[in-house]
């Protein structure tokens, strides 16, 4: 999601303007249609299903990219991307202004999904080949990796599932190529955002990884230790909160892999995610406004069989249902485990409960032991005067 200018331009550029070239020369064609990100204009608080200006003209982009040595782009990067949060929206948003000056006269669109996660049904319930966005906060969180990020959980997290997805881009590029052959002399490139800001998905951060956790899925044998999600807006508490609850014990478990012969591991594994949630973190304090009137327009031209057959309608998603099949699609097709022994992983799993219990029983003994000691001391000296008082 954050590689460096050079692969961000080549990929998300280069290759879009590469393929209207080819299309340029091409006897007969129907559609083409860019698939961008909701948040390639993330700049602005209301995104519009219209074409934005582009933070730089695209050859220009390019020509700097080729004529440039790499390292020294990637450390002038910052300086070009400028308010950006990072090169994949940059880009992506420098891209769709190719549609416009490159995709002149051909069936050209602009596909805006917002954040995409796992499946309804299609091909299976909970298939997922990416861990950006919450599917990454989901795995690492119920594994008890991750434990606390900096973020404003009361924002809504707008996830589309990736079939939905795929059913609204088909029926978009049979949108796109119905006006095109209509009046291919009028035509104008369409821009379509697919947001779930109309389904049962969309609810708080807060809420979304709550509902998750509290799902029912079959447990993660990964699991390390009992699952918590701390979400924090304070930089200062989630510093101290990450001290606590990341840099230390990963410091601790490592001290004990090196102890067994063992290398040490979740240190590095923390480093990895500290980079990831900074990635994230612009996308956890904000929300968008993702105007999405061209996709109830085209819900609208499906005929009955076609809603079947191509079902994008994020109306018809059922949270607890489908937050379930995403957990047990982690469990099954990210973490690659052999779901026949789910319940031999629900009793690690509750071995681990029983276990995080009696350390926290442990540690409130230790922190209060001091004063306990101090009351029973006091208590001591108060019967010691009552017990002198009645003798006299």
């Known amino acids: 999601m954050d590689s460096n200018l050079v692969e961000a331009v080549m990929t998300n ?14 006897e007969s064609m129907d559609a083409f249609v860019l698939v961008s990100t909701a948040y390639s204009n993330c700049l602005n608080n209301v995104v519009d299903e219209i074409f934005y200006e582009p933070p730089i003209d695209p ?24 308010k950006w949060p990072n090169t994949y929206t940059f880009t992506k948003a420098v891209s769709e202004h190719l549609l416009i000056s490159e995709g002149r006269n051909m069936p050209v669109a602009l596909f805006r999904p917002t954040i995409v996660t796992s499946t309804v049904s299609d091909p299976v319930p909970g298939w997922s080949d990416n861990l950006y966005g919450p599917l990454g906060i989901l795995l690492s969180s119920n594994c008890g990796i991750l434990r606390v990020i900096r973020g404003n959980g009361r924002i809504k ?39 779930g800001n109309s389904s049962s998905l969309y609810m708080s951060i807060k809420d979304y990884t709550s509902l998750a956790a509290n799902s029912g899925y079959l447990a993660f044998k990964k699991t390390i230790w009992k699952p918590m999600l701390i979400i924090i807006e304070s930089e200062i508490k989630f510093l101290v909160l990450k001290c606590l609850l990341h840099t230390l014990p990963a410091y601790l478990f490592d001290l004990m892999f090196m102890i067994i012969g063992r290398k040490p591991k979740l240190s590095i594994v923390y480093k990895k995610l500290d980079k990831v949630m900074g990635v994230l973190h612009y996308f956890l304090v904000r929300e968008w406004i993702i105007k999405n009137e061209n996709v109830k327009a085209l819900w609208e031209k499906l005929t009955p069989n076609d809603r079947i057959t191509y079902n994008f309608d994020v109306r018809s998603v059922q949270a607890e249902t489908y937050l379930r099949s995403l957990m047990d699609g982690l469990k099954k097709y990210t973490l690659k485990e052999d779901m026949s022994k789910a319940e031999s992983h629900k009793a690690r799993y509750e071995r681990l409960l029983v276990l995080h219990k009696t350390l926290k029983y442990i540690c409130l003994f230790f922190i209060s032991y001091p004063f306990i000691r101090r009351l029973a001391s006091l208590l001591q000296n108060i019967l010691s005067k009552i017990k002198l008082n009645f003798h006299l």
């Open 157 to 195: 997290a707008d996830t589309v599932p990736g079939d939905l997805v795929i059913s609204g881009l088909l029926c978009y590029a049979w949108e796109v190529a119905t006006q095109w052959s209509n009046n291919p002399v009028n035509y104008k490139p369409l821009v379509m955002n697919f947001s």
């Open 59 to 82: 050859k220009l982009l390019i020509r700097i990219v080729e004529d440039m040595k790499p390292d020294l782009l990637n450390i002038m990067s910052n300086g070009i991307i400028g």
């Open 13 to 26: 550029i280069n290759g879009t303007a590469a393929i209207l070239d080819l299309m340029k020369g091409a």
